[in-house]
């Protein structure tokens, strides 16, 4: 096969790469997208927030999801024993989209890459990136690998690499690093339901938490299929045995509150385990390359964030690449690096103090404050970059001191 060039090629096309490309293309920068499966395929993430609409939105992709009518997500639910607290994205402290959806991947990320093609964008499937050369200029030559088994090379000034949990440039450059948030794993299905519940309670995203460390996921889509999955410590996850159909039947038995609904429905697929899915780099971009979604960094499923850095850092890679391409200067430690760290550290603010059980205690014993409601609805909105948010501008210490004031007024009142 003969070689090609380019400006940008994007590895994989998940949300991230989709966004990119999009992005790219309208400003008239020459981007190919090498994906190495045939879409639709199956991909974990389900459950969106608002502040990625923002992204589809300015890069117009939005259109061709609407059309796709999956479920609309308006806000999430959070359910420990008899407590239940819910969030309402109408009601969040920040400007901006106040829905999202929760949906099927493979229909979601198909919908973006059928709509890409209609606009032109050069994307490839069934083709892998097995191996990349970087140039002195950050130029660089990457090899392919098709589906017969032939390779060619693709010559571009720039790389993105969004390819998720393959992690193409931090295997081959060696920037792995272990995250910080604690390991736990997950297992996941999709399930058909006969007889769901009429109304919200049907269709309500819900988080059932049954201790610290350990929650289960309840995502209907609007085509009947449900998502069910534990997150747990990843000795509690494997601490169960069989096959995974019959380990996640088993988990099921441990949520009070949706054993009935779920305890006779067949799986639509064999559950799928990831184990310490928590990843991180020791840089996110260097000279030719920059790294978005999860080839970047992942933190935890529990609040959703996964796709809105996917779409945050893919725009936003593709934003800096297009100036650079036009001779302006760009500053990635500062444009880059540092923009997407912040919004990272929130939401490592948030998983952590998930985990210690501090925003557990706000969810549950305290959450009764309208103010500070609001602004943590709008951390999980995703509009982590809205420093008048006392709840994004001190994120490291709100939590600690909000939930030890609700500790303290526990102990008084016995
Ligand atoms: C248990 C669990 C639950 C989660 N739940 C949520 C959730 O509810 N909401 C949420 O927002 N996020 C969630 N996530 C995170 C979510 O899965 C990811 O953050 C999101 O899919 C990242 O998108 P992406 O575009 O970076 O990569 P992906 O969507 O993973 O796409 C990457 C693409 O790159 C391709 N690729 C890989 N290697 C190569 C190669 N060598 N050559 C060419 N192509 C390649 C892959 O085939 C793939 O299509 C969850 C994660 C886990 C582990």
């Not at 919908?111 to 964008?121: I, M, N, S």
Request: glycine share 6%; aromatic share 12%.
């Amino acid at each position: 096969m003969k070689d090609v060039e380019v400006d940008v090629l994007i590895i994989g096309a998940g949300p991230s790469g989709c966004v990119a490309a999009a992005y790219l293309h309208k400003h008239d920068v020459h981007v190919k997208v090498v994906e190495k499966s045939v879409f639709p395929r199956f991909v974990i993430g389900e459950s969106l927030l608002p502040r990625c609409m923002d992204h589809f939105e300015e890069v117009g992709l939005l259109d061709c999801l609407i059309a796709q009518n999956f479920e609309i997500k308006s806000g999430a639910r959070f359910i420990k024993g008899d407590t239940i607290c819910e969030f309402d994205f109408a009601e969040k402290y920040t400007d901006g989209y106040d829905w999202t959806w929760q949906a099927p991947r493979a229909d979601f990320d198909y919908a973006l890459t059928e709509e890409l093609k209609k606009q032109g964008v050069d994307i490839t499937f069934r083709q892998e990136v097995v191996s990349v050369d970087f140039n002195n200029d950050g130029s660089s030559q990457t090899t392919i690998r098709t589906e017969n088994d032939e390779s060619f090379k693709i010559h571009a000034k720039f790389i993105i690499d969004s390819s998720g949990y393959g992690r193409v440039l931090p295997r081959l450059l060696n920037l792995d690093k272990p995250s910080t948030i604690p390991e736990h794993s997950s297992i996941f299905s999709h399930v058909k339901e006969m007889d769901r519940p009429e109304g919200m309670e049907g269709t309500f995203i819900t988080f059932d938490v049954l201790d610290a460390d350990t929650w289960f996921w309840v995502i209907p889509f609007s085509n009947g299929n449900t998502s069910i999955g534990f997150v747990g410590k990843t000795e509690y996850i494997n601490s169960f045995d069989g096959t995974p159909s019959e380990r996640l039947s088993e988990m099921i038995k441990q949520s009070s509150y949706y054993y009935e609904r779920f305890k006779n429905v067949d799986f639509l697929f064999e559950p799928k385990v990831i184990q310490n899915y928590s990843k991180s780099v020791t840089q996110l971009y260097g000279k030719g390359y920059a790294l978005t979604g999860n080839s970047a960094e992942f933190l935890d499923p529990v609040f959703s964030s996964g796709v809105t850095f996917a779409t945050e850092s893919g725009l936003k890679a593709a934003k800096l690449i297009t100036r650079e391409l036009k001779n302006d200067a760009v500053d990635w430690e500062k444009e880059y690096a540092a923009y997407m760290k912040k919004g990272v550290a929130v939401f490592a603010s948030y998983v952590k103090e998930w985990y210690t059980g501090n925003l557990q205690t706000i969810f549950f014993d305290g959450a009764n404050n309208p103010e500070i409601k609001r602004q943590i609805c709008a951390v999980l909105a995703g509009y982590v970059w809205d420093e008048t948010n006392p709840f994004v501008k001190n994120h490291n210490r709100l939590i600690k001191t909000v939930a030890n004031v609700i500790h303290l007024e526990r102990r008084t009142s016995k």
